[in-house]
């Protein structure tokens, strides 16, 4: 895959606002996290978090209001989103049983400082069908998210979306098993 520029400016947000909302986050959380089957660690370890990645586990209904492709990160109080979204990627469709089955049962759990994500290109995770219908109401009566509604919702539902790569040399590894979000974490 070619590593072409894109636009991935998230449009929600002017960059006046954009700016605000990063001040914000960064005052309120160190890191930001994603889950992911280990079995995914090798490609992880020499790519870094792509958002070119994203496979068919990645899917969602909202996808016009995010500027692309994305890779999931979310805030320390919402480790369940980590820790699910990493489940459900770790299962294939198996045809003949007619459901979902494990593959990669080991998760594991990378966490990157917030203000590396940040630097880069970033807006709310739309797969949430509950964002999406808040993000919606306020587009109701506005044209843009204002840094409140954003960092609200951020809180709230605890998932961000970044649109460009997270180099592997940034990235760190829980060392615990089971994986948490409070645990010891290393380099990758």
Known sequence: MSDEQEDTTYT????EDRSKVKERLLAAHEHLFHGTPAANLDSIRQHGLHPRFESVHSAYANRDREPGAAIRYCIKNHPELALSAAGNRS???????????????????????????????????????????????????????????????????GSISCYACIPPGELEICTDAPPSLSGKFSKL
């Open 12 to 15: 929600l947000l002017s960059d």
């Open 91 to 157: 299962q294939e469709w198996d045809e003949a049983a007619e459901r979902w089955v494990p593959v990669s049962p080991e998760i594991v759990i990378l966490r990157v400082k917030a203000a590396a994500l940040l630097n880069r290109p970033f807006g709310l995770d739309h797969s949430f069908g509950e964002v999406a219908g808040e993000v919606e109401s306020v587009l109701k009566s506005r044209h843009r998210l204002t840094p409140d509604d954003f960092v609200g919702l951020v809180e709230k539902y």
